[in-house]
């Protein structure tokens, strides 16, 4: 095998972790999912489909940076490993991977997904067959501490660059956030690094036309989470009976992805032995997208121990990739 595969997640992590958010999040008031449920097969598909709309920026935009800057980033962290947080596909890692300095290189992928993580391992292994590669199946909000100690990391070794791209840190709360970058900043030593990309303030005539693009691929992407819980927990919801709606929180700085009810309802979820009602109206919020001044985004990361170390845009200002080293 040309990668290492370990795995920190019980087998029924999933089942367990979706059947908590569902038993959470619809019996609050107002109700709430997290979107890491929306990744499906169909709702993975849709996703690619999204990425490539004219209205949607960020993955564009990120990799635009990536093939400007990467080189720069690389050589600024000193990076010698390579350790990626959520790492899905790690499509764009390898723009980072492409300038590690000569020598023994490790990359390490974390994410919940263990077929994601050995699809990826392999296709890198093909590509990189001197890159020391470790697939770790980790939930990063329990593990990234443990993760980031453990010498798979390189820890000790010096000269990691741990990465979270994608702008997911906008589906954190500001409480969660917090405690997000204290896990990271617990588990750097000096002489490592941090690589953030994180979507900007902007317009929301930009922002929201991302998020409910024309075509109604975004629609359909959110809309596919309800068939997620039919299938999953043997709910029976229809989506015919919600709209998608996407919304600017100028308060909150950030985009919520929300479904609407479009008359009085009831779901059954048969596997869990849960009922809920939805009044006409009443909206199920999908997902929070929080966007970033760079000021916000320093005084965050100040709070938890880094301090600034670059910061790159796209030639439309629009996302950001910055680093930071712990203070």
């Given at each position: 095998m ?21 038993r959470t999040?619809l ?7 997290p979107?890491k449920?929306f990744y ?5 598909a849709?996703?690619?489909?999204i990425?490539r709309?004219p ?5 564009r935009?990120e990799?635009a940076?990536l ?5 720069g980033?690389v050589?600024s962290s000193k ?8 790492s ?8 980072l991977l492409d300038?590690?300095a000569d ?5 390490t ?7 994601a993580?050995?699809?990826a391992a392999?296709?890198?292994?093909g590509?990189?067959?001197?890159l ?5 199946r980790a939930d ?5 501490a443990?993760?980031?100690?453990d010498?798979l990391?390189?820890?000790g070794?010096?000269g990691?660059?741990?990465?979270f791209l994608g702008?997911?840190?906008g589906n954190?709360r500001?409480?969660?956030r917090?405690v997000?970058?204290?896990s990271v900043r617990a ?5 490592d ?9 902007k317009?929301?005539?930009v922002l929201?036309?991302?998020y409910d693009?024309?075509a109604g691929?975004?629609?359909?992407f ?10 999953r ?7 015919e009976?919600?709209r998608h ?8 700085a ?7 009810a479009t008359?009085?309802?009831a779901?059954r979820?048969?596997?869990?032995d849960?009922s ?9 919020r999908?997902e929070i997208?929080a ?6 985004l320093?005084q965050e990361f100040t709070a ?6 670059g910061?790159w845009t ?14």
């Amino acid at each position: 095998m040309a990668y290492r595969f370990t795995d920190l997640l019980p087998a029924d992590f999933a089942d367990r972790s979706l059947r908590e958010d569902v038993r959470t999040g619809l019996t609050a008031d107002p109700k709430w999912l997290p979107p890491k449920w929306f990744y499906d097969k169909t709702g993975s598909a849709l996703f690619e489909d999204i990425t490539r709309l004219p209205e949607y920026y960020p993955t564009r935009s990120e990799r635009a940076i990536l093939q400007t800057h990467a080189a720069g980033i690389v050589r600024s962290s000193k990076a010698r490993h390579l350790v990626e947080l959520g790492s899905g596909s790690s499509e764009k890692t390898r723009l980072l991977l492409d300038h590690l300095a000569d020598g023994e290189n490790v990359y390490t992928a974390l994410d919940v997904s263990g077929s994601a993580l050995r699809q990826a391992a392999e296709s890198l292994a093909g590509n990189y067959p001197g890159l020391r590669i470790e697939a770790v199946r980790a939930d990063f909000e329990q593990h990234l501490a443990q993760v980031l100690r453990d010498p798979l990391t390189g820890r000790g070794a010096g000269g990691r660059l741990v990465a979270f791209l994608g702008g997911t840190i906008g589906n954190l709360r500001p409480a969660e956030r917090q405690v997000f970058l204290g896990s990271v900043r617990a588990g750097l030593e000096a002489g490592d690094a941090f690589l953030l990309g994180a979507d900007l303030v902007k317009s929301p005539k930009v922002l929201v036309p991302a998020y409910d693009d024309a075509a109604g691929v975004t629609a359909a992407f959110n809309l596919n989470l309800l068939q997620v819980l039919n299938q999953r927990l043997g709910a029976d919801f229809d989506p015919e009976t919600f709209r998608h709606r996407a919304v600017w929180n100028e308060d909150e700085a950030w985009i919520e992805m929300r479904l609407r009810a479009t008359r009085p309802l009831a779901v059954r979820f048969e596997n869990l032995d849960l009922s809920l009602v939805f009044a006409q109206g009443e909206e199920l919020r999908t997902e929070i997208s929080a966007k970033f001044t760079r000021a916000r985004l320093e005084q965050e990361f100040t709070a938890s121990g880094f301090r600034p170390d670059g910061w790159w845009t796209d030639p439309g200002d629009r996302f950001s990739l910055s680093l930071w080293r712990p203070a």
